[in-house]
């Protein structure tokens, strides 16, 4: 059975300075504070991500020549330092 997700568009400060927008993927009624403090995910998925900063990012390794537009950004948890829904 397919759970429910709602879309919700973010914008993340990462502790190594860089800033991700995109949207993330949550079970419909539940807040982004409590799907981000579930320990059972260590690694959350944005889509439509757009980073920003990417001189300074320390958070994922990035090769030379990949856009700052990503599909799917799969980020780590204990890289985010700030979240706010748009």
């Known amino acids: 059975m397919k759970i429910p997700k709602e879309k919700i568009k ?12 995109g949207l993330i993927h949550i079970s419909e009624g539940l ?3 409590d799907f981000l403090n579930d ?6 998925a944005v889509t439509n991500a ?13 090769a030379s020549g990949i856009s ?10 204990q890289a985010i330092k700030w979240v706010e829904e748009l």
């Open 50 to 62: 757009e980073v920003q900063n990417l001189r300074e990012v320390h958070s994922f390794k990035l």
């Open 31 to 33: 807040r982004v504070s």
């Open 68 to 77: 700052k537009a990503r599909n799917t950004l799969l980020l780590n948890i």
């Open 39 to 44: 320990q059972k995910n260590s690694f959350i």
């Open 10 to 21: 973010v914008l993340i400060l990462c502790t190594d300075g860089a800033w991700i927008k």
